[in-house]
């Protein structure tokens, strides 16, 4: 083991002899002071079928570590489901929660002077939360996804979670009656595990696997299958063997790993959420990234897996036909991946890869042969415009109509926006704004499913648009364009948007406009005035005064960055 243990100043320090009595209630024999203590970072919650199967992955992860030479050290964190607070004021809550769980591990890890962390989590904001703490410490670090839920099955169909959603808009423009509506929300989630599309959840787990920070197949396993035990067992060796080699995150989150995670969540069909969380990321490990660097990789890399939520297939049927090992071996064969990045295994991800096929299997097809992608170009476009000058982010494929110029319907919330859908009042080739739902905003930026779903469910989704400053679920899909920044509680262009209003979401153009003329804009500014703040204390009041603006990752750390930078 490497000299300069953390540990060492609890198990060993000046004061050791209280230090290790309390050790020793906890189970420290005399021959483990000297062994490396390494946290546990266990997400395990019944709130959400995400994180209800993480307990036993986090006995198998103690095993693991032990069995390696190390001591575990088990702690929790918190987990907020997207999915059953999604369309109400909790919402609000979720990206706080990846602040809130990246601030727990920071928090166990260095008052406990831990010397590596292996963090479990299933949900959202799990992954990320996890990695930004990884990247802040810098000790020794393995993320374990706690696996993907299997698909639900109705007649013949794969269902997800999202199917539930797009059921109600279904439900309420008269295409389906309530014996069906009742069938699809019985049958859509059949177990542990999370979102099974490629939603935000997998998304951020084949990320991490494609960054070098989690084991090689680990990111499209199934929560239930016992292949996801014995994974994480071995993921707590692997830890152990990175602390004796002094091997950390900022050794393996490098501009080029994080090149070829974006280049991953692109060849994937991945969620926009992506983007905010990699900004964040990035932020936390010093390494420079702009949602301009998204452009350049969405331009070279194609979309090669045909995946919900516009696709056909789900994780589990990516895995099998061969996961992301075999997305990654595409694009190195094609030099759109970084083969020398090291992971947290020790070995290089060229070495990882050399023994996979650069073409798919010819007996699946959710994974496309390289010369016949789903798309030829990434899916996650960053629009510009007179409506969003510091940028959005757009979903580019699955839409039949690339461009679209109409009346603006403006809504101050999720909530209203969504009585209207349901009430028939959205109409074709309108384009629906939602607007003090950012950062600030909202605060929290909140995900826009239950309205995009029901534009889908009412058969509206190749023909209206929806553009917004808060976020959207990894589920959505359609002519929908999130993230825009500056956001409206700050004054940004989407605040002066009147009804309306003629507004162009144009995707090959990238462009983003409102078509009002720059005299007009700048008078409404000056009768705009800044909301009150709608919560005075509390996490969301803490909140929305830290929060940066969403083309920069939303991170809460960013001034007093900026100020110790001065």
């Known amino acids: 083991m490497p000299e300069n243990l953390r540990s060492r100043t609890i198990t060993q320090g000046v004061q050791r002899s209280p230090n290790r009595a309390m050790l020793r209630a906890v189970g420290f024999k005399d021959e483990d002071f000297s062994k490396p203590i390494v946290g546990v970072a266990s997400a395990h919650s019944t709130i959400t079928p995400c994180n209800m199967g993480i307990a036993p992955l986090a006995a198998k992860a103690e095993a693991g570590i032990r069995a390696a030479g190390g001591m575990p050290q088990v702690f929790g964190t918190i987990t907020v489901s997207d999915g059953i607070s999604m369309g109400t004021e909790g919402m609000k809550y979720s990206l706080v929660s ?38 802040r410490m810098n000790i020794p670090a393995i993320f374990v996804y706690g696996g993907t839920i299997k698909p639900g099955h109705l007649e013949g169909e794969d269902l997800t979670v999202v199917s539930s959603f797009e059921a109600v808009g279904q439900y309420s423009a008269g295409r389906i009656d309530e014996v069906r509506l009742l069938a699809v929300e019985r049958n859509a989630c059949p177990g542990a595990g999370s979102c099974g599309g490629m939603y935000t959840a997998n998304t951020m787990s084949a990320a991490f696997e494609a960054m070098g920070m989690s084991l090689m197949y680990s990111s499209t396993m199934s929560a239930e299958d016992a292949e996801k035990a014995i994974n994480t067992e071995i993921a707590g060796k692997t830890l ?3 602390i004796r080699n002094d ?6 989150i490098t501009r080029k790993s994080i090149e070829n995670a974006i280049s991953v969540i692109m060849a994937v069909g991945g969620s926009t959420n992506a983007v905010l969380h990699f900004l964040a990321i990035a932020h936390s490990a010093g390494v420079p990234l702009t949602l301009d660097d998204f452009e350049t990789i969405r331009a070279r890399v194609p979309v090669l897996c045909d995946l919900k939520p516009s696709g056909r297939y789900v994780a589990t049927d990516l895995h099998q036909a061969g996961g992301i090992p075999q997305v990654m071996k595409m694009l190195l064969a094609h030099d759109l991946l970084h083969g020398d990045c090291i992971t947290i295994s020790g070995k290089t991800v060229a070495e990882l890869l ?19 992608p789903m798309y030829p170009q990434g899916h996650l476009g960053i629009l510009r415009g007179n409506l969003a000058p510091d940028g959005s982010v757009a979903k580019l494929t699955g839409v039949k109509n690339r461009k679209i110029t109409g009346p603006a319907r403006v809504f101050e919330s999720e909530e209203a926006c969504l009585d209207a859908i349901l009430a028939g009042k959205i109409q074709a080739g309108d384009v629906i704004v939602i ?36 976020r959207f679920s990894g589920g959505t899909y359609g002519m929908v364009v999130g993230h825009v920044a500056p956001e409206a509680f700050v004054g940004g262009p989407i605040a002066l948007v009147q009804a309306g209003d003629s507004i162009t979401i144009d995707a090959d153009a990238r462009l983003l406009q409102v078509n009002v003329s720059d005299e007009e804009l700048a008078q409404r500014r000056l009768n705009w005035k800044p909301p009150q703040p709608r919560y005075t204390r509390g996490v969301l009041a803490k909140y929305a005064k830290l929060v940066s603006s969403s083309s920069l990752g939303a991170v809460t750390d960013l001034n007093l960055f900026v100020e110790q930078e001065k």
Request: with cysteine; hydrophobic share 40%; proline share 8%.
């Open 247 to 252: 091997l950390r995150p900022r050794d393996i």
């Open 354 to 372: 050399q023994d996979i096929p650069a073409e798919p299997r010819a007996d699946q097809d959710v994974i496309r042969p390289w010369s016949n």
């Open 98 to 135: 990846r602040d809130v769980i990246a601030d727990s591990i920071e928090t166990a890890c260095n008052a406990q002077s831990m010397d590596g962390v292996l963090a479990i989590g299933g949900c959202d904001k799990n992954m990320p939360g996890a990695m930004i703490a990884m990247a």
């Open 435 to 470: 607007r003090y739902e950012g950062p600030k905003g909202g605060p929290g930026m909140r995900e826009m499913l239950a309205p995009t779903s029901a534009i889908i469910g009412a058969g509206l989704g190749d023909s209206v648009g929806l553009i917004t400053d808060g």
């Open 240 to 242: 152990v063997e990175a």
